[in-house]
């Protein structure tokens, strides 16, 4: 490790001295560079810690070892033309991504539950809109497409909220409390017993623009969408007009195809949707430190990596 280069583009200049700080405590014969840092010796760079990487820039270090994504997805990496071949792929999964993912889905589930969006809009019109009480969680179906490290935690904590949940896999799996539905010909069958939706899958050829119009129309009328997975999965027009004629409810939504998602976007001003801004599992720099620093120890050692990209499975 000593002499060996982490180069960092993640949170800008601003967050470097933060993240320089946690790795002088966990590694300290790591060298921390920032992403522009004009004098880093292009050779001694064996490690890069990156989010959305200007494309061309990796290939450009001859000894990288490993591409360590400081998000979740790695989409972000994928979208790179250049990109270094053989170089493994290691996603960001934490303790603190689970919990903040099952955190933001929590509010996102229990706002839909109450008619938030309904109450939001009630107070901005000035309107007394008591008559909208919501439902109660033992009556509510949520389902879970996606049930990978986040997925499964997101379902768990649904079950404990006292939520019907499913779950949708590729292939089947066991998850306490959980109905699952595994593969293609499950999907449908849990769609139809969903009161709210929540994505999760990660963004591969077979699940780009998954959350259209035919997957709206295998919904019961009145449920709503919490997108929490990519923004490739979602087909806006479709959303919008299924909001629009009553076949959805509501939605939250936190991942976007064009991130910032632009001030006049209709997606912004649709009364029965809410934004947010990409957060739902962002996670502290001092947790992906961590992270970080026990994946480049396993590298070291020779051990398994852990959540390598697999480019067969797609994630």
Not at 143 to 150: A, T
Not at 167 to 186: I, N
Not at 241 to 262: K, Y
């Amino acid at each position: 490790m000593q002499g060996d280069t982490l180069l960092i583009k993640s949170g800008g200049e601003a967050a470097l001295t933060e993240w320089q700080h946690h790795f002088a405590r966990l590694m300290p014969g790591l060298r921390v560079y920032g992403w522009d840092d004009p004098f880093v010796d292009a050779r001694s760079v064996k490690y890069a810690l990156v989010y959305q990487p200007d494309h061309g820039r990796l290939a450009d270090y001859p000894k990288l070892r490993l591409i360590l994504s400081a998000a979740a997805g790695v989409d972000h990496i994928l979208a790179d033309p250049a990109l270094p071949a053989n170089v493994p792929i290691v996603r960001m999964m934490t303790d603190e991504t689970r919990e903040r993912m099952s955190d933001y889905v929590t509010w996102a589930a229990l706002s839909i539950l109450r008619d938030m969006p309904v109450l939001v809009a009630a107070q901005r019109d000035g309107e007394w809109a008591s008559a909208h009480t919501g439902r109660l969680a033992r009556d509510t179906r949520v389902s879970v497409l996606g049930l990978g490290e986040l997925g499964r935690a997101v379902a768990t904590r649904m079950r404990a909220h006292g939520f019907q949940v499913n779950g949708w896999a590729r292939t089947p799996k066991s998850l306490d409390g959980v109905t699952v539905f595994a593969g293609e010909a499950q999907r449908n069958a849990m769609l139809a017993e969903t009161d709210i939706l929540i994505n999760l899958l990660p963004d591969t050829p077979a699940t780009r623009g998954i959350l259209d119009r035919t997957l709206f129309a295998r919904l019961p009328t009145g449920a709503s969408l919490i997108q929490v997975g990519r923004g490739a999965h979602l087909d806006r027009q479709a959303l919008l007009d299924a909001l629009d004629s009553g076949r959805l409810r509501s939605a939250v939504l936190d991942v976007f195809d064009i991130e910032p998602l632009p001030p006049d976007d209709a997606l912004r001003r649709h009364p029965k949707i809410v934004i947010t801004p990409h957060i739902a599992s962002t996670v502290s720099y001092a947790a992906r430190a961590r992270q970080v620093a026990n994946v480049l120890g396993a590298h070291l050692r020779g051990a398994p990596l852990p959540f390598v990209y697999d480019a067969t499975r797609g994630y």
